[in-house]
């Protein structure tokens, strides 16, 4: 291939991701000064923080600039380096962006990930979204043997980890919420929640209430909002809330505001927030925990694998309206014979 | 005296406390059986918890019953004890009540005070409220050396010291926000903080901005609300909040609610709630450390004392208004000689 697809970022989304904020432009392949090393990239990672690095404020990173190739984690393949630590063939993670080919500069950071494992589970089970899962769970949830913990966003590919980790650790009560019966279905049947809450057809502070008798000891929470809010009512004395994310605020431009948050001090509570960017360091502790749990089935993950990089808008789209269940990748080409 | 003056909550309060929910009786003074106390009640705290007991939903302690004596802290000397522990002429500290007389029963707990500190000074700065900006401050808050700390309620019993003691652990930069020109001239000129916002008047999102340049690395909130939506657009990150109180939702029906909650995550921050009664049995280990500092006058703070148990609704009142500075406490019958 000579040829190097690219989407760019050329107005700020209002909601969802529509086609007039996005440009597909083709390029030439680049070409590398000394230090930069070339990668092909296998696949992409489609997170909520897509869309947030979309917005006009910089967040824990600079927004996406106007005419910038929209960003994104993902995995590709060395295809030349004039860096040394990266030969022709090298699998490599970081941060590509919506683009066939990625150029590394000397700004860039990328780590070299070991052969053998499919891309797909490479940027799932095995990189950020379980990594995420593993410490936001255990160094912000700490939860303890026997306590109740709640996961939103229960069949993606966080939330499904963290549940399935909180069992692992000793939690008494597993509780998802998500918004199928289907996925409903998985989490419980497939995953071992012992009940999970579809948000979109039941009442959840009184399904809450049924299902954690004895109050909310930890939450992980991906999604904010309201249900949040009806948690924070529901929660025990010293919870904790782990803010992993809060995808019902990325798209809408006024949050409706916590009202309950004075719980925080008559429950004598904790809400605290974390980027899995600050854990890079302690990857490999993870991975080491999670993947023997991988291997003897303990843990079971699903990856959705959109095929093709001009679908990446629409995978991300996806995330939004919850037409996904596990991780959700963009396949972009495959990885070379050797 | 030989009659009891009791104020009862005989209705819920809807925003001030209005005469209409209270009830003022005179009853005779309580005759005792065995294991209980009779207290004569010298002095009460006034503090922002006494409304949150009187809503209908139970708090950290079950809400005050209608019929039943308003609840308070404060301060008496034992007139008579059948219990063992106790002696005539003791000064204990508890959970008296807006009444002349109380009577312990065995289910009450009450804390022998050693003699020579006045009344006002026992709920202050050597009482719960020293403490409660002590524990905060030190165990939620954290400040390191260097760091900017900001505080609301900077004027009042809590406030007050807690941006003291945030000074004299090293805090680079300590930030008060009150509510009239006169508190923060006191909080600025007489206890030395760098800068007080007035909220009434000035744009708070403008002054904190000007007046904490790095950002916001620990929030010592007393107000909830407003201030500390704002204040979440402006944490540094790693940022801590305290969550001491909330007096701006005590009064109201419907919170506004937080809007600005994500920053928690994009910062890596914390909020966290805490009770006071938490941490009573080390209450010793912060009046040690605290006494010394008020002994040479590197903490100041100022007491309001309000004369006669009629008052205490008044009182109470003030608290929401504004209308006081420092900490604000209801005499109701002075020490005997002895």
Redesign the interface.
């Known amino acids: 291939m000579t040829v190097n697809r690219r989407i760019l970022l050329v107005a700020r989304p209002d909601g969802l991701v529509s086609n007039d904020c996005l440009q597909h432009v083709e390029e030439p392949v680049p070409t590398l000064a000394d230090g930069e090393v070339l990668v092909r990239v296998l696949c992409l990672s489609v997170d909520p923080t897509n869309r947030v690095w979309m917005r006009e404020e910089d967040?824990?990173l600079p927004a996406v600039r106007i005419g910038e190739v929209v960003r994104a984690a993902g995995l590709g393949e060395v295809v030349e380096s004039r860096r040394e630590g990266f030969a022709a063939g090298d699998l490599v993670m970081g941060l590509p962006g919506w683009q066939d080919y990625w150029k590394l500069t000397s700004e860039d950071s990328a780590q070299v990930v070991p052969p053998g494992i499919p891309a797909e589970d490479m940027l799932s089970i095995y990189g950020a979204t379980g990594v995420t899962a593993y410490f936001g769970l255990l160094e912000i949830g700490r939860p303890q043997p026997g306590e109740t913990v709640v996961v939103s966003g229960a069949a993606g590919g966080v939330g499904s980890v963290a549940g399935q980790l909180a069992r692992v650790k000793g939690a008494g009560r597993v509780v998802g919420i998500a918004g199928t019966d289907e996925k409903c279905r998985w989490v419980v049947e497939d995953l071992g929640f012992d009940a999970c809450i579809n948000y979109k057809t039941e009442d959840v502070a009184e399904r809450l209430r049924e299902t954690c008798p004895d109050g909310i000891d930890v939450y992980f929470d991906n999604v904010?909002g309201e249900i949040l809010?009806e948690v924070l009512n529901q929660i025990t004395i010293g919870a904790r809330i782990v803010?992993?994310?809060?995808i019902s605020?990325y798209t809408r431009s006024?949050?409706?505001?916590?009202?309950?948050?004075?719980?925080?001090?008559?429950?004598?509570?904790?809400?605290?927030?974390?980027?899995i960017l600050?854990y890079l360091d302690r990857f490999v502790d993870a991975i080491m925990e999670l993947a023997p749990l991988v291997a003897d089935g303990t843990i079971k993950y699903n990856v959705e694998v959109v095929d093709g990089l001009e679908l990446a808008p629409d995978a991300l789209n996806r995330l939004f309206t919850g037409e996904h269940t596990g991780k959700l990748v963009v396949r972009v080409s495959e990885a070379s014979a050797s």
Chains 1, 2 share one sequence.
């Open positions: 967040s824990y904010g809010d803010m992993c994310g809060a605020e006024e949050s409706p505001g916590l009202k309950n948050y004075t719980s925080l001090i008559m429950q004598r509570a904790r809400m605290e927030g974390f980027i600050d």
